[in-house]
């Protein structure tokens, strides 16, 4: 069993930045696959960023690229976005995630994710 806790998410005006946090507990934190993705009203869930096993590799979706990074540090148990220079069209709930059984590489479907966070709130005014 993992347990997700995102936070950091908040109000920020276009242009601006912000670092979400996911902390994570139960299973060998080193030992899974993380993802962040986020879910706009009426919109689909949809993959942002992604962090194998170990931080061999990562992968981010084409609209965040080059402004997104995706981190992690196995001694917090933490995984990390780094948000730079954010656009309207960001403002969505942004969710954590863990993939406890593909090794090596970066799934980005959401169905392949086995744990969830709750989800925190990112809002950007134009």
């Known amino acids: 069993q993992v347990r997700l806790v995102e936070s950091g998410g908040g109000l920020v005006q276009a242009g601006g930045s912000l670092k979400l946090s996911c902390a994570a507990s139960g299973r060998t934190f080193m030992a899974y696959g993380m993802g962040w993705f986020r879910q706009a009203p009426g919109k689909e869930r949809e993959f942002v960023a992604g962090l194998s096993w170990r931080a061999i590799r990562t992968y981010y979706a084409d609209s965040v690229k080059g402004r997104f990074t995706i981190s992690r540090d196995n001694a917090k148990n933490t995984v990390y976005l780094q948000m730079n220079n954010l656009k309207s069209e960001d403002t969505a709930v942004y969710l954590c995630?863990?993939?406890?059984?593909?090794?090596?590489?970066?799934?980005?479907?959401?169905?392949?994710?086995?744990?969830w966070g709750q989800g925190t709130q990112v809002t950007v005014s134009s």
């Open positions: 995630a863990a993939d406890v059984r593909t090794t090596g590489v970066v799934v980005t479907a959401a169905s392949e994710y086995d744990y």
